[in-house]
């Protein structure tokens, strides 16, 4: 397994990941209709970088980074992560994780933001927390989620 | 002194607002050198709608209203206010936030999230706590200050 850059020929590997996470309208703030063409604006486009893991079998990770804030804000970034069904408990986020911020800190960012992890996502917010992220604020029934109704939000932040 | 719905043509009484503003790089996570039209698309064609203030003299404040989050966080609304420093010290920021949780409510929103207020911002901060909003998240060093170096940034947040 490596994790690389994506290049932009990658999307059409990387949409059927995308696709699965935002259609379930379980973890991230994404309309769940969102259309492949804007899903790469999202991911791609609108990111500082987007990296791919890949196996023998192909891309089955993917990652971006982004500026969280522009202007004063700009030391900040924003990463977003999702690993396909087929690799997940294999501790792909948390490789991804740590690549990213290798990665962000050579970009020259000084921290690590994530914005929005649902309270009801136990295992990404665990995650992070192993990985040095602190909760620095909880957004009360930020999402609406389809089976659990109303969660929260943590916004997460580490420095780098 | 009226507030009402912004005008597509408004945008040129708006932008001096706006510029003066942003380009001071105090308050804003906006890039300092933002262009006008970049401007435009910021506080106009990216939010739900914008409304201004307008007295005997013209346009003297304006604000807008966006979703803070697709998707599942749809609920929640995201505003932005800035007063002309002709009208400064005059209770028009409150009173357009008042305005803003009105047209809010009329809109559907169910709550109104602030991302990203300066904790340098003093006025701004005791402002929207007596108008209902509390802190509920703490960015540390969240924004490179022209004057003060590294200051954090608060999360507020008020249901509506």
Known sequence: MIIRQAELADFDAIWPLLR???RSGTTYAVDPAISKDDARVYWMAAARATYV???AGGIVGTYYIKTN???GGAH???CGYI???SARGQGLAGRMCDHSQQEARALGYT???FNFVLDSNDGAVRLWQRLGFAIVGTIPDAFDHPSKGM???YVMHKRL
């Open 151 to 153: 969660v929260s939000a």
């Open 83 to 85: 690993v396909a069904p």
């Open 20 to 22: 699965e996470v935002f």
């Open 53 to 55: 893991a890949e196996g």
């Open 76 to 78: 900040i970034c924003n």
């Open 111 to 113: 921290a690590m933001q």
């Open 69 to 71: 804030q522009p202007g």
